[in-house]
Structures are given as C-alpha cells and as structure tokens.
C-alpha cells in the first residue's frame, strides 16, 4: 500500500503503466514525507482534490492502491485545497470519497484489522495536505462538522483541530450517513460523490438505504428501522427527525405514527473488489 494508506513496513511492489499498485502492498509510512518526491507521484501544481479522491475510490473498488492519486493528496498544500473546497457541497463529495477510498484499500490490504474494529477506525489510514486521518476524523470531524462519536448526534467537540475547522462542513447533511461505506454488510454501497449531483445523489442514496433496511413487525404496528438512525438519532432530529424522513421516503403513510425499533447491524466484511466503475460494491 502507499505512503498514506500504510501504517506497516514491507516491500512495494512494481507500479503499473497507470500509476496503479495491486493490494495489498504496504510500505513503510514515512517512506514519502511530504516534499520528497514519490513513486507515481503527480508534479506539483497539478493535483486535482477533488477528481484525485474519485480516483482512490474506483482504485479501491477493483482492488488497487493508485499511488499518484494518495500521494499527490498527501503533498497538496492547505491553500490549495481550501480554493478547491469552496463550499459544502464539495466538501461532502470529497471527503465522502476520501473515507470511502482509503477505507476499502486498507481492509483490502489486510482483513483482519476488521477483528478489532474500534481501533481500525481511530487509527489514520490517509494523509491529505500532510495531515494524517483516520476514518472516525473524517466521519465526525469533517463531515459531520466536529460531533462526537458518543454523543447521538446531540455533542459536539469544543476544541478540534484548526486543520478541522478549516476544512469541515458548514452545515452537516445526515444523508452523508448513506454515503459511507466502512466495510461492513450493513452499510451503504460503495460509490463516488461529485458536488454537481449531490444534492440528487444524497437524496436517492437515503431512499434506496432506507427503504432496504426497513421492514414492519408481523402485526404492522412496529417499523423496524436502521440502527444508523440510533446512533445518529440527532443527526436526524430525533424521533420526529427519523419518522419525517420515513415519511418522506415512503417507508411509512403520512399520517401515520408507529412504534419505532431499531434493527441490528451486520458488521460482516464485505468488500470483494469489482472490475466493474459502475457497480455499487
């Protein structure tokens, strides 16, 4: 794997003519440090934040580790990337693919850092403008605008980062929680953000998840719903939050008001890598 993707030191193995490495490959974390030239690196000045993220993503999802793309995102200057970050909109697309990328390519490389899953997501598995970040950083420091991961979507973190303040949104979306995919069978599937259809993409991704992982109890009075919507609930704006949006996605009637349980989530690995751009795992 590359400099910024891998925490372990082995051998790198040859790239290809696009600049690709097959997973897993993991090299030693500091081979690169930013500045210094890499392997597969892009030139200074030409880095594209945004279509290099994409690029992590559909590297990921057929099973390889593009090398210029990481390390072109781990050289990119801070001001760089905040003239390239302009807005929420690009934001939620970038670092929606940022996790979604360096996520896969890290459990493709080694599986088993899934047995202890609390620590895989605390640890950094990407490095952007030459700051090292974890999944949980980008997850609850950028795109959900510094919240707590303990706090329902109700506590916010009084003292992030000014690298997090920098570059977080501005106003947190919950339909980003159908956007990540961090490996497990329950979440939602892999896929790519672009600022210019995200507001529709957002839109049909939380239809889709939320019409799948919904079902009603055999008497019809209890609605068995998605534990995300738990763990988030103030994300969604609580109870009443979490019926709108089943109302709004037709998951239940209008006027209608059911009991509301929250199913259990499959933390089965599933991240098979597919040849296919378009499919959705």
């Known amino acids: 794997m590359s400099t910024n993707l891998g925490q372990d030191g082995a051998a790198q193995s040859q790239l290809d003519a696009a600049g690709y490495r097959a997973i897993p490959v993991i090299v030693a974390p500091d081979a690169h440090p930013p500045g210094s030239p890499s392997q597969g690196a892009l030139p200074p000045g030409t ?65 088993t850092r899934y047995r202890r899953r609390t620590w895989f997501f605390v640890r950094p598995v990407v490095t952007i403008a030459g700051r090292r970040l974890s999944p949980n950083a980008i997850e609850h420091g950028m795109l959900r605008r510094s919240a707590l991961l303990v706090g329902l979507g109700y506590l916010r973190n009084p003292w992030p980062s000014r690298f997090e303040r920098a570059f977080r949104v501005r106003v947190p979306d919950p339909r980003v929680h159908f956007a990540l995919d961090c490996g497990a069978r329950s979440c939602p599937p892999l896929r790519t953000w672009h600022p210019e259809t995200l507001e529709r993409d957002l839109e ?11 079902r009603r109890s055999l008497d019809g009075r209890t609605v068995i719903v998605p534990r995300l919507l738990a763990w988030y609930r103030g994300d969604f704006g609580g109870k009443q939050g979490i019926l709108r949006l089943l109302r709004q996605h037709a998951v239940i009637d209008a006027r209608e008001t059911p009991h509301i349980r929250f199913g259990e989530y499959d933390w089965t690995l599933d991240v098979e890598p597919s040849e296919s751009p378009g499919s959705d795992r």
């Open 204 to 214: 049909a991704a939380a239809a889709a998840y939320v019409r799948a992982e919904s």
């Open 47 to 111: 880095v594209d934040a945004l279509s290099m993220a994409v690029r992590l993503v559909e590297a990921a999802r057929a099973g390889r580790m593009d090398v210029a793309a990481s390390d072109g995102l781990a050289h990119l200057s801070a001001t760089a990337l905040r003239d390239e970050l302009p807005d929420d909109a690009s934001r939620i697309a970038f670092w929606s693919n940022v996790y979604n990328g360096a996520v896969r390519a890290r459990l493709l490389a080694d599986p």
